[in-house]
Nanobody, 122 residues
Framework: QVQLVESGGGLVQTGGSLRLSCAAS????????MGWFRQAPGKEREFVGV????????YYADSVKGRFTISRDNAKNTVYLQMNSLKPEDTAVYYC???????????????WGQGTQVTVSS
């Protein structure tokens, strides 16, 4: 398994931007797809996006497409989530996760970070 630690969350106004980071330890990071998910209070965990092991392929949820961008730096064992044009409905705890495959379902991921809170004020 790999250990994951997210950072970069915070409070931002509508229309603002944040960049989340997810630092990984473990040798399998650079050969694994990495996903971002989020969970708002009272709601199920929701897929945000995924990036393939080498960064070639990316897939996003419709709700964030065109606003969020995932990238990774395998030399630094880090994956990023750049969030622009933030909306109040983006408020949630954001999690990164290591994928067993390039997928969008939580059960396709086996290691999760502790999450970082993102709050978008209106």
């Amino acid at each position: 398994q790999v250990q994951l630690v997210e950072s970069g969350g915070g409070l931002v106004q509508t229309g603002g931007s944040l960049r989340l980071s997810c630092a990984a330890s473990g040798r399998t990071f650079s050969t694994s797809s990495m996903g971002w998910f989020r969970q708002a209070p009272g709601k199920e965990r929701e897929f945000v996006g995924v990036i393939s092991w080498n960064g070639t392929y990316k897939y996003y949820a419709d709700s964030v497409k065109g606003r969020f961008t995932i990238s990774r730096d395998n030399a630094k064992n880090t994956v990023y989530l750049q969030m622009n044009s933030l909306k109040p409905e983006d408020t949630a705890v954001y999690y990164c996760a290591r994928g067993l495959r390039y997928g969008s379902r939580p059960r396709e991921y086996d290691s999760w970070g502790q999450g970082t809170q993102v709050t978008v004020s209106s």
